[in-house]
């Protein structure tokens, strides 16, 4: 570890609303990605507390191969 790695900035926290129960969360989980034929696509999240209830879908990447 140097130096630089205990003085750094933190990266900024990310938060997202999770999409079964509606509530902001510090920690979410992706568990899907939408693609949009205008635009990009949209990445659903959840909150830990729902992420073992959430089947997950494809994200971002995991269907290229396949086009």
Request: proline share 12%.
């Amino acid at each position: 570890m140097s130096v630089d790695g205990l003085t750094s900035e933190l990266p900024p926290a990310r938060s997202a609303l999770c999409c079964h129960c509606t509530r902001w969360t510090t920690a979410p989980v992706e568990v899907r990605h939408i693609e949009r034929t205008s635009g990009p696509g949209v990445t659903l999240y959840v909150c830990p507390e729902h992420a073992p209830d959430m089947m997950p879908g494809p994200l971002a990447g995991e269907l290229e191969a396949f086009a």
